[in-house]
């Protein structure tokens, strides 16, 4: 005799008896998409359908009963109490074959449900958070800066429609610069608590921005000291002249060092800000006091000495 199998197709559960000829179904999860694609993703012993228990439990106990996706397999071996092993690829097309098709419209909608759950369950991380903080605090700091220079070009009339627009303009700035403030508070806040050593070495506001553009902290981690001096340049290296650095020009005590030597300084600070990562993204030991203090010694250092 061969398996019974539990398959889902869409925001339902099917049955499909050892003939293979006859599925038996549908079992929906619910009868709203958002509820059913939440119980899909979340699927729990009370999430299976009273109906499909039922008919799990005519199946005799000395049948193999198989289920897919695997937590689905799971979950039914928990509620029914018996084994429940996943199907092989041939087996599971064989079950699929004898299920009715699906509305497509409600298919599609079902599924666009399931990944936006499953979006937003990734964005949920703190490491996603971080990321996503920080692109969008570079979006509203290019919309601040875009609006300042479109400020200085603009000449308004005085008594005339085009004053009272100024007005207007101002307070919307403003609001913006408010904007840009909080935003860049709380993205230096989330860097400090998930990338402290890199934090304090080129910066909260540096690191975060590091963090983004590598697509996370493991990414960053990984990347060579050289390429993290050019991380986000927007000119390639060549051997007449290229970039000295991409995102650290925005990194702490940048500014103390002479433009001449600032090349060296963007060397040596990506060396400290690779091992800051790795400690941040392996051991996580708090090692920032001493590798600032070598970026400090390496200012001193360059702040003396002349090309």
Same mark, same amino acid.
């Given at each position: 005799m061969g398996p019974t199998l539990v398959v889902g197709s869409g925001p339902a559960l099917f049955v499909i008896g050892p003939d293979t000829a006859r599925a038996v179904g549908p079992f929906p999860l619910d009868p709203d998409l958002r509820r059913a694609a939440t119980r899909f993703e979340e699927l729990g012993p009370a999430d299976v359908p009273a109906r499909l228990r039922v008919? *799990?439990?005519?199946?005799?106990?000395?049948?193999?009963?198989? %289920?897919?996706?695997?937590? *689905? $397999?799971?979950?039914?071996?928990?509620?029914?109490?018996?084994? /429940? +092993?996943?199907p092989t690829l041939e087996e599971l097309r064989r079950a699929r074959a004898s299920?009715? *098709?699906? +509305?497509?419209? /409600?298919?599609?909608?079902?599924f666009l449900e399931l990944g936006h759950?499953? *979006?937003?369950?990734?964005?949920?991380?703190?490491?996603? #958070?971080?990321?996503?903080? $920080?692109?969008?605090?570079?979006?509203?700091?290019?919309? #601040?800066?875009?609006? %300042?220079?479109?400020?200085?070009?603009? #000449?308004?009339?005085? &008594?005339?429609p085009l004053d009272r627009h100024l007005v207007s303009w101002g307070r919307a700035r403003g609001a913006l610069g408010d904007l840009e403030d909080a935003l860049r508070h709380t993205l230096e806040e989330e860097a400090q608590r998930l990338v402290p050593n890199l934090s304090a070495v080129v910066g909260p506001r540096t690191a975060a921005r590091l963090v983004a553009v590598a697509g996370g902290i493991g990414a960053l981690a990984r990347m060579p000291s050289a390429r993290i001096q050019l991380l986000g340049s927007r000119r390639r290296p060549s051997p007449d002249r290229g970039p000295r650095f991409g995102i650290l020009y925005r990194a702490d005590r940048l500014a103390d060092v002479p433009i001449g030597r600032r090349g060296a300084y963007a060397r040596s600070l990506a060396a400290l800000a690779a091992i800051a /990562?790795? %400690? &941040?993204?392996?051991?996580?030991? +708090?090692?920032? %006091?001493?590798? /600032?203090?070598?970026? +400090?010694?390496? #200012?001193?250092?360059?702040r003396r000495s002349r090309r």
């Amino acid at each position: 005799m061969g398996p019974t199998l539990v398959v889902g197709s869409g925001p339902a559960l099917f049955v499909i008896g050892p003939d293979t000829a006859r599925a038996v179904g549908p079992f929906p999860l619910d009868p709203d998409l958002r509820r059913a694609a939440t119980r899909f993703e979340e699927l729990g012993p009370a999430d299976v359908p009273a109906r499909l228990r039922v008919a *799990l439990e005519s199946v005799p106990q000395g049948s193999r009963l198989l %289920a897919s996706p695997p937590r *689905l $397999a799971r979950t039914i071996a928990e509620s029914s109490r018996r084994p /429940v +092993d996943t199907p092989t690829l041939e087996e599971l097309r064989r079950a699929r074959a004898s299920i009715p *098709l699906t +509305d497509p419209v /409600v298919e599609r909608r079902f599924f666009l449900e399931l990944g936006h759950l499953r *979006l937003e369950r990734a964005l949920r991380a703190p490491e996603e #958070v971080l990321i996503t903080l $920080a692109r969008e605090e570079e979006r509203v700091e290019r919309a #601040v800066g875009r609006e %300042a220079r479109a400020a200085e070009s603009f #000449v308004a009339v005085p &008594d005339s429609p085009l004053d009272r627009h100024l007005v207007s303009w101002g307070r919307a700035r403003g609001a913006l610069g408010d904007l840009e403030d909080a935003l860049r508070h709380t993205l230096e806040e989330e860097a400090q608590r998930l990338v402290p050593n890199l934090s304090a070495v080129v910066g909260p506001r540096t690191a975060a921005r590091l963090v983004a553009v590598a697509g996370g902290i493991g990414a960053l981690a990984r990347m060579p000291s050289a390429r993290i001096q050019l991380l986000g340049s927007r000119r390639r290296p060549s051997p007449d002249r290229g970039p000295r650095f991409g995102i650290l020009y925005r990194a702490d005590r940048l500014a103390d060092v002479p433009i001449g030597r600032r090349g060296a300084y963007a060397r040596s600070l990506a060396a400290l800000a690779a091992i800051a /990562v790795r %400690a &941040d993204a392996s051991t996580h030991r +708090d090692i920032s %006091a001493a590798l /600032v203090a070598r970026r +400090d010694r390496r #200012v001193e250092t360059l702040r003396r000495s002349r090309r």
